[in-house]
C-alpha cells in the first residue's frame, strides 16, 4: 500500500508513554501494525519518542505533562505551539495523503479550520465526548474532516454535528491479545483489581466502599492526579489539594483505604502491572462515567480475568454478560456479582480478547476508515 500518513499524537508524552499514557498507547500499538501494512508513519509528538516510525516531527523536546497541571492561560499555548508545527509542516510538504489526529479538541479544531488544499483528517476521539459541546456542536470540517469514535456507545451520545461526521468506530486493543488463547492461565490470587486514573468517573470510592463493606481485599492500581506513588502524593503535602482527583482521593477514598482489605500501589507498569491483573479474580469497574472506550478492560480479557462493572459506556460492547464478565446497572448489586466473578472462565475471556482485541484487527479496521475518508464520495455528511 502506498500511503503516508502523519499521525498526531500531541506534545503531552513521548510515545510509547513511560507510564501511564492512555492515547500514546494506542499509537504505539497501532503504529507497527500500520507499517506492516505497507503504510509510511509520520509521527508528530515530542524528540524523546522511540516508536520506529519511518519519520519524527516535533516541537518539545520532551512530554509536557506535568505542565497539564498548570493554569489554563499558561498551558494552552503549549496544544497551539504543538499544533502549529504540524500546521506548518502540512503547508510545506505535499507527500501527507492522510492525517490521523488524536490530539483532543484543539487537534480537531485547527483541522477543520484548514483550507480545502489541506490533506483527509481522520480525528479520533478518545475521551468522554461531553466535555466540548461547544465545539462539537458546531462542528464543520466539511468534505475533508471525519471522525471517529473507541466504541458505539460513546458516538450514540454525541452532538448531531460531529455525528454528522462520523466514519463509525474502531475498538480499542492491546498487544497482550496476541497469542491470549495460547499463553499459560495465570495462578488466581483472592482480591479484586481497579486499574485505572483514580477519578470519580472510575468510581474508586465504591469500590472501595463495598470492599470494606462486602469483605473483599481490594487493590487500587493507578496515578492519583500527576502523583503515581503514595509515597510522591505524601511528599506533595496540602499543595496537591489543587487537583481535583487529589480532593476526590483524599475525601472519598483514602478514608477506606486501611492498606489491609483496601490497598492503594500506585501507578503499576509493565510486567508488575500484567502480574497485578493476571492473579487478579476479577477487574472492578465500579462506573459513574460512560466510559469510552476500557483499554483497561481489554487488557483485563487478555490476560484471563473476567470483568465486573456497572453496566455504562462501552462495557456492554466489550463484555458478554455471565461468559467474560457480569454487568450491572446498579452499583449495589457489584458486591453479589464479585462473589460469583469466580465461577466465570479464564480461558472464555483469554479466547475474547484473541478473537476481536489484537493490534493487527485494530489496525486493519483503521485502514478502511483511512481509505473511506481519502474517498469524498464515500463519506457524505450523514449521521453516523
Ligand atoms: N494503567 C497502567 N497502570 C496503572 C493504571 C492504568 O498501566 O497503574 C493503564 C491501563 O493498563 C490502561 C490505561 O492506563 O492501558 C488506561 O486506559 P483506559 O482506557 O482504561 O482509561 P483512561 O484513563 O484512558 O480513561
Not at 502540512?90 to 492522510?98: E, S, V
Not at 469510552?292 to 459506556?313: D, H, K, M, N
Not at 458478554?320 to 449495589?332: I, K, M, N, S, V
Request: charged fraction near 20%; glycine fraction near 10%.
Amino acid at each position: 500500500m502506498s500511503l503516508t500518513v502523519l499521525m498526531n499524537a500531541g506534545p503531552w508524552l513521548s510515545v510509547p508513554p513511560p507510564g501511564y499514557g492512555g492515547i500514546e498507547n494506542v499509537v504505539a500499538t497501532l503504529v507497527p501494525e500500520l507499517r506492516r501494512l505497507g503504510v509510511r508513519v509520520v509521527l508528530a509528538s515530542v524528540e524523546s519518542s522511540t516508536l520506529p516510525v519511518d519519520e519524527k516531527m516535533w516541537v518539545f523536546p520532551d512530554g509536557q505533562f506535568q505542565s497539564l497541571q498548570r493554569p489554563y492561560n499558561q498551558v494552552c499555548g503549549i496544544s497551539q505551539a504543538h499544533l502549529n508545527g504540524v500546521v506548518r509542516a502540512l503547508y510545506t510538504r505535499d507527500d501527507i495523503d492522510l492525517v490521523h489526529d488524536h490530539v483532543e479538541a484543539v487537534g480537531l479544531a485547527t483541522m477543520a479550520a484548514m483550507g480545502p488544499d489541506a490533506p483527509p483528517v481522520l480525528h479520533t476521539l478518545h475521551w468522554d465526548l461531553a466535555k466540548h459541546p461547544e465545539l462539537y456542536g458546531n462542528l464543520d470540517g466539511g468534505e475533508r474532516v471525519r471522525v471517529n469514535g473507541v466504541s458505539a456507545s460513546q458516538l450514540a451520545r454525541a452532538p448531531r454535528a460531529l455525528r454528522e461526521h462520523s466514519v463509525g468506530h474502531v475498538h480499542l486493543s492491546t498487544p497482550l491479545a496476541v497469542g491470549a488463547d495460547r499463553r499459560p492461565a495465570a495462578e488466581k490470587g483472592d482480591y479484586l483489581l481497579i486499574l485505572g486514573r483514580i477519578n470519580p468517573g472510575k468510581g474508586q470510592d465504591v469500590g472501595a466502599r463495598l470492599a470494606q463493606r462486602v469483605g473483599f481485599p481490594l487493590v487500587l492500581a493507578g496515578p492519583v492526579g500527576p502523583y503515581h506513588r503514595p509515597e510522591d502524593l505524601a511528599a506533595a503535602g496540602d499543595e496537591a489539594r489543587q487537583n481535583p482527583d487529589v480532593r476526590f482521593f483524599y475525601d472519598q477514598v483514602a478514608p477506606y483505604v486501611d492498606g489491609d482489605l483496601v490497598r492503594w500501589v500506585g501507578t503499576v507498569a509493565g510486567q508488575e502491572r500484567d502480574d497485578l491483573l493476571a492473579a487478579a479474580r476479577a477487574s472492578l469497574f465500579p462506573l459513574r462515567w460512560e466510559e469510552p472506550g476500557g483499554t483497561a478492560v481489554v487488557e483485563s480479557l487478555a490476560l484471563g480475568t473476567p470483568v465486573v462493572a456497572v453496566s455504562r459506556g462501552c462495557l456492554p460492547e466489550l463484555i458478554e454478560h455471565g461468559r467474560t464478565g457480569l454487568l450491572t446497572a446498579d452499583e449495589e448489586e457489584l458486591g453479589d456479582l464479585v462473589m460469583a466473578a469466580g465461577l466465570l472462565d479464564p480461558d472464555e475471556c483469554r479466547r475474547e480478547a484473541a478473537a476481536r482485541f489484537t493490534p493487527a484487527t485494530m489496525a486493519q479496521r483503521y485502514v478502511e476508515l483511512y481509505e473511506r475518508v481519502r474517498q469524498p464520495a464515500a463519506r457524505p455528511l450523514q449521521p453516523a
